[in-house]
């Protein structure tokens, strides 16, 4: 299959870049296939070329020379919401994917901004550091961990009676999809067994989510037994 475009993003072993895991899964949804170079985090992503097209020498970031603007340029796409979603628009799943109705669509939107204001940042302070990649920082454990509580605690109430996370839509939506990413991250690193144990809702979806033909293979990935404790 011809790739769709191409991702930039960092490709490590045992770890899939949260912001891009999203993308990841729209994809194999649609069946679409990217090109991703190989990217040295910090230095090519800094470099004058990407800066050229990325200014903001971040990734995500994504570009389709075969779909060019009126003026002949690739189009290109920084914002892994944004991505996410052009590539959830992009195949014969969009409707699944997106939302049958306007009020589906409105939720999926909710879910999308909930996840990135209220729950990958405190999940991310409890679990990057747990990853390797960010040093422990005591502060955010402490506020990620209330945080990361408090939230939970929503999203189990929300999943109880309902097999995916928007209501009368056969799913996985991409809110679905969204907040997987985070709890991918998550339950490799954070929400170990005893935890788990508290949340059977969202387990339950969870594992759901995984029975999904196309994403399988993508969310196969061991959860933790028992999380790494924080330092004194
Ligand atoms: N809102 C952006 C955030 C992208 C972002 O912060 N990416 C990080 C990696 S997770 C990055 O490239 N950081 C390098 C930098 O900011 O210089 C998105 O969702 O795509």
Redesign the pocket.
């Known amino acids: 299959m011809a790739p769709f475009g191409t991702l930039n993003t960092?490709k490590l072993p045992n770890f899939v870049?949260?912001?891009s895991f999203k993308i990841f899964a729209a994809a194999k949804l649609n069946n679409l296939d990217f090109d991703i170079p190989p990217i040295k985090?910090?230095v090519t992503?800094?470099s004058p070329a990407f800066l050229a097209k990325f200014p903001?020498?971040?990734?995500?970031?994504f570009e389709s020379p075969s779909t060019p603007d009126q003026d002949g340029e690739p189009f290109t796409l920084?914002?892994?919401?944004a991505?996410a979603f052009y590539i959830a628009s992009s195949g014969a799943k969009a409707g699944q994917l997106l939302g049958t109705n306007p009020e589906a669509r409105a939720e999926i939107q909710k879910w999308i901004f909930f996840n990135?204001l209220q729950f990958a940042p405190p999940v991310s302070k409890v679990t990057m550091w747990r990853a390797g990649m960010t040093q422990f920082n005591k502060e955010d454990e402490q506020t990620g961990k209330v945080d990361t509580e408090k939230i939970m605690l929503v999203l189990e109430g929300s999943l109880k009676g309902r097999k995916w996370l928007v209501k009368g839509e056969e799913g996985p939506t991409l809110a679905d999809i969204t907040i997987s990413t985070t709890l991918y991250l998550g339950f490799q690193y954070y929400f170990d067994k005893e935890m788990r144990k508290r949340f059977p809702e969202i387990v339950r979806w969870y594992e759901q989510l995984k029975e999904v033909p196309e994403l399988r293979e993508l969310y196969d990935t061991p959860m933790v037994e028992k999380k790494e404790e924080a330092p004194e």
């Open positions: 960092v870049h949260p912001r985090f910090g992503n800094k903001l020498g971040q990734i995500p970031t920084t914002e892994s919401n991505i990135e």
